[in-house]
């Protein structure tokens, strides 16, 4: 299975824009990237995934390179509820294939 | 819409026991997954039901298994737990469970064993 690597650790001035990069050099061209998040005492929680173009939400945007090797989580506008470890993941667009494979995540910390 | 419902919320069971965890997924979703979350693990898939069939499994022993009911409800059973098996278990549904449906969690059952 395709593995992403995140950093450990973020923080981030509540009311700033915050940038949460992946790398997942070994994806394959069917691989769709999620980005789920987990708040504490919660099951993870699902925020966004796109296969090659940039994708937009109501909790956040996605960016995907070109290359698709890399991309980038971006909330607008951090909020203290925001703070979560948040996990890059990389799904499979065949279906019956569902398995998800999940990493150790970056947790974001929000400084008020 | 009501979300995924795992119950229980919490389970204490000793050595040697089993336990069953039940899971209802959210309606018209007919994939479930399983997974298992430790401090030292992380996330870990345990297998994928779609239509009563199970689809995919991760690498967990046959003391773990699953079945899904014709409603898409799932339960997960764990035969002579061990001490090893003190997890959340977090179930999660989608309407296909290809890798383009988002994953809908549950909040889990801790399951502690002693």
């Known amino acids: ?112 | 819409k009501a979300g995924v419902t795992q119950t229980p919320r919490y389970l204490i069971k000793t050595r040697g026991q089993q336990v069953t965890l039940s899971c209802s997924p959210i309606s018209g979703h007919r994939s479930v997954s399983w997974y298992q979350q430790t401090p030292g693990q992380g996330l870990q898939f345990l297998f994928e039901y779609f239509s009563e069939t199970q689809r995919n499994k991760g690498n967990f022993p046959g003391r773990f298994s699953g079945r899904q009911f014709s409603n898409s409800r799932s339960e997960m059973n764990v035969s002579t737990l061990e001490l090893g098996d003190s997890a959340l278990y977090l179930c999660a549904s989608s309407i296909q469970g290809a890798g383009g449906s988002p994953l809908h969690f549950g909040n889990g059952t801790r399951l502690t064993v002693t």
């Open chain 1, 1 to 112: 299975d395709a593995k992403t690597t995140q950093p450990n650790s973020m923080e981030s001035n509540e009311e700033e824009p915050v940038h949460l990069p992946c790398n997942h050099s070994t994806i394959s061209g069917t691989d769709y990237i999620h980005w789920y998040r987990q708040l504490p005492s919660q099951g993870p929680e699902y925020v966004i995934h796109g296969l090659t173009s940039n994708v937009n939400n109501r909790m956040a945007s996605l960016a995907i390179a070109e290359d698709r090797k890399s991309s980038t989580l971006i909330l607008h506008r951090a909020t203290l509820r925001d703070a979560a470890v948040y996990y890059c993941i990389l799904g499979l667009s065949n279906f019956g294939n569902e398995k998800l494979t999940f990493g150790t995540g970056t947790r974001l910390t929000i400084i008020p």
